[in-house]
């Protein structure tokens, strides 16, 4: 079946420290996968998406980056997060007839 | 610009009162269409999309492309329906979900 993992669920990071978010999906190839951010009062904003190894579509300009280094990796990293970066992290990947698949989220909390 | 809009931050209903989420869209050509939702605790999960008119959970949404508009009603709200719920149109260029900002559902008894 397919499946799509997330981790971590939560993470609390101090400003100015590295993050790196990982996102694998199961039981499907050369899937395209998507970054969103569900921020208060700002709804699911898309961030990058991928249609394949090291093709990285960026959405919004900012503090982030995205990278897929393997078929079913995707990864969204920060060199040194800004307070404003705190939001909670979807990953979603698209199936067939359209359907679209999320993960369950990493809520991040930039101190 | 395509873009999704849902003009109310929460909605609060009495059990058995109908339901209405408004939903307004800005698309050039046909627009695909959907109704996701997030109960508390969970995934984000697709709720139905346009064009398969279907009717899950008693909820249905029709597009009104003269009005730009793909509410979701329910005749008669229950508890459980209480989530988050979000519209959503496939965007042209990289086949990306453009979502709206979300409204909340609260039913109350």
């Known amino acids: 079946s397919q499946t799509i993992h997330q981790w971590p669920a939560t993470l609390v990071q101090p400003v100015g420290s590295p993050l790196s978010l990982e996102c694998t999906v199961e039981?499907?190839?050369?899937?395209?996968l998507y970054w969103y951010r569900q921020a208060a009062g700002r709804g699911l904003q898309l961030l990058f998406y991928s249609v394949g190894i090291g093709q990285i579509s960026s959405e919004v300009p900012q503090n982030l980056s995205a990278s897929r280094p393997q078929d079913r990796q995707f990864i969204l990293s920060s060199k040194k997060l800004l307070l404003s970066d705190s939001g909670f992290y979807l990953c979603a990947w698209r199936g067939r007839a359209d359907g679209y698949t999320f993960g369950s989220g990493t809520r991040l909390t930039v101190v | 610009a395509q873009r999704v809009t849902q003009p109310e931050k929460l909605l609060s209903v009495f059990k058995g009162a109908p339901v209405e989420l408004k939903c307004n869209y800005s698309y050039s050509g046909s627009p695909e269409l959907f109704w996701y939702v997030q109960y508390s605790r969970q995934r984000l999960q697709l709720l139905l999309r346009h064009i398969s008119r279907e009717s899950i959970k008693g909820f249905t949404a029709d597009l009104n492309k003269g009005e730009t508009s793909f509410h979701l009603k329910k005749p008669f709200a229950q508890e459980e329906d209480s989530a988050m719920y979000y519209c959503a149109l496939i965007r042209q260029a990289g086949t990306a979900l453009i979502f709206g900002k979300g409204t909340t559902l609260s039913v109350s008894s």
């Open positions: 039981g499907t190839s050369n899937p395209n």
